[in-house]
C-alpha cells in the first residue's frame, strides 16, 4: 500500500485580502443591436470573461482589442464601454469586485489591464459558471460560496499573469462611491432620481449612501441634487423668460409648487421675488 500524505503550511500568505474584497455582482452580457456603447465609470473594479466573439475595450484614451479566452480588469472610476464586432458579436460574464484599487500589468498605467489567454483559461472559465450557477440558484450559504470563488479566480489569474492588486481601505473606498454619486448628480440633475437610483449608481445600499455622503460633504444626496436643481434655476429665472411650470419640469421637480417650496427653502425668497430682483437689478 502506498500513501501520499500532505500537510498545509500555516504561515503561507494568502496574496488576496478577503477581509477588503467583495464580490457586488455578476451579469452575463451578449451584443445585440440594442447595445449602446457609451463611456461610463464604475465605483468598483469590473472584471471580464470574454467566452465569444471578438471587440474592442475602448477608454477615454484609446481602443484595444478583445477576444474570446481574453479576461479585462478594469479599475474603479476608469471610464470604458465595450465596443463589439458585428459579425462576432461579443459574449462575456463580469463581476463587479470592491476592494481593488489597481491593478499592474501590460496596461496597468492606463487603469486597465488584458490578459490573452491561448490555453489555461478552462479552470478560470469553469469557476465562473459555478458562481454564476450559484448566485443564480441562491441555495443556503451561496454568498460565502460565492466569495470564496471570486477568491479562486483572483489567484488563478494572478498565476497566470503577471498583475497585482492593492486593497482599498474602507474609508477611501466610502469616499471614492460619495465622488462617484457627487459626479453623477452633477451629470444628471434635471432627471427625476431617487435616493435609490443614486444608490445603485454606486452599488451600495441607500442607508450606507446618506450616512457616508453626508459625512463626506456635509449635506445628503437629496439635498445636493436639490441645490444643483436651484442653481440652475437661478440662471433661467435670471437670464430667461421661462416660466415656473417650466422650470419646474425642465429640472427634475414633481410639481411647480415643490419647485417654489424648494426654492424659498434654499434662497430666502420665493422664484417670482428673485427673477423681479434681477430685472430691477438689471433695469
Known amino acids: 500500500m502506498s ?3 500532505y500537510v498545509l503550511d500555516p504561515l503561507a500568505v494568502n496574496p488576496v485580502d478577503r477581509s477588503v474584497t467583495k464580490l457586488l455582482y455578476v451579469s452575463i452580457a451578449r451584443y445585440s443591436p440594442e447595445w449602446h456603447s457609451t463611456l461610463h465609470t464604475h465605483p468598483c473594479a469590473e472584471v471580464f470573461f470574454v467566452t465569444g466573439g471578438s471587440g474592442h475595450l475602448q477608454t477615454a484614451g484609446k481602443a484595444v482589442p478583445i477576444g474570446t479566452n481574453d479576461v479585462i480588469i478594469v479599475n474603479s472610476s476608469i471610464e470604458h464601454t465595450e465596443i463589439s464586432s458585428e459579425s462576432h458579436p461579443l459574449e462575456y460574464i463580469v463581476m463587479g469586485v470592491d476592494g481593488l484599487e489597481s491593478i499592474s500589468g501590460d496596461n496597468g498605467g492606463d487603469g486597465y489591464s488584458i490578459i490573452h489567454f491561448q490555453n489555461g483559461g478552462e479552470p478560470i472559465l469553469f469557476y465562473l459558471r459555478y458562481l454564476l450557477k450559484e448566485i443564480e440558484t441562491k441555495l443556503p450559504g451561496y454568498n460565502t460560496v460565492c466569495q470564496d ?6 489567484l488563478l489569474l494572478m498565476r497566470h499573469s503577471q498583475f497585482t492588486v492593492t486593497f482599498v481601505p474602507a474609508a477611501r473606498k466610502s469616499s471614492k462611491e460619495c465622488a462617484v454619486v457627487r459626479r453623477y448628480i452633477e451629470n444628471h440633475f434635471k432627471e427625476s432620481l431617487s435616493l435609490d ?11 450606507y449612501l446618506a450616512h457616508a455622503f453626508s459625512r463626506e460633504y456635509g449635506t445628503s444626496p437629496i439635498n445636493y441634487l436639490l441645490s444643483c436643481r436651484i442653481r440652475e434655476s437661478l440662471h433661467l429665472l435670471s437670464e430667461t423668460r421661462t416660466s415656473l411650470s417650466q422650470i419646474a419640469d425642465m429640472l427634475g421637480f414633481s410639481s411647480p409648487s415643490y ?21 430691477q437689478d438689471g433695469g
Do not use: N, W
Not at 470563488?149 to 483572483?154: A, T
Not at 437610483?197 to 442607508?207: G, I, M, R
Open 149 to 154: 470563488l471570486l477568491e479562486v479566480v483572483l
Open 259 to 279: 419647485f417654489s417650496q424648494s426654492f424659498r427653502r434654499i434662497q430666502g425668497i420665493s422664484p417670482m421675488e428673485y427673477r423681479k430682483q434681477c430685472e
Open 3 to 5: 500513501t501520499s500524505r
Open 197 to 207: 437610483d443614486l444608490a445603485a449608481v454606486a452599488h451600495v445600499s441607500k442607508y
